[in-house]
């Protein structure tokens, strides 16, 4: 019964920042993994990051290192995506996903292992 919904996406000049959302209801958040994804036109979807239980934190892309911050506030049942200096090549549709039962306090490389996915959030950068 766990759902999840992306928020924060828009049309933004190349060098800004966004903050999205992922607002969880049904189970707590904090029981699980979470990781952000995206997937652009014409391509496969990809990690971009994901924090575990603990806060250890999974880096997907060497692209977005320096620039992206994943983060979680328990408290509110949410997590977030800080984008900072946003380039062209980042536009993509953006998903929140949980790891599943099975291991679900850990992140992981693969992708199968999330479930739950969101609707997504289109995030556009374009001057």
């Known amino acids: 019964q766990l759902r999840l919904v992306e928020s924060g996406g828009g049309l933004v000049q190349p060098g800004g920042s966004l903050r999205l959302s992922c607002a969880a209801s049904g189970p707590i958040l904090g029981y699980y993994a979470i990781g952000w994804f995206r997937q652009a036109p014409g391509k496969e979807r990809e990690g971009v990051l994901c924090i575990s239980v603990s806060g250890d934190i999974t880096n997907y892309l060497d692209s977005v290192k320096g620039r992206f911050t994943i983060s979680r506030d328990n408290a509110v049942n949410t997590v977030y995506l800080q984008m900072n200096g946003l380039k062209p090549e980042d536009t993509a549709v953006y998903y929140c996903?949980?790891?599943?039962?099975?291991?679900?306090?850990?992140?992981?490389?693969?992708?199968?292992?999330?479930?739950?996915w969101g609707r997504g959030t289109q995030v556009t950068v374009s001057s």
């Open positions: 996903a949980v790891r599943r039962p099975s291991d679900r306090r850990m992140c992981s490389m693969t992708i199968s292992d999330f479930a739950s």
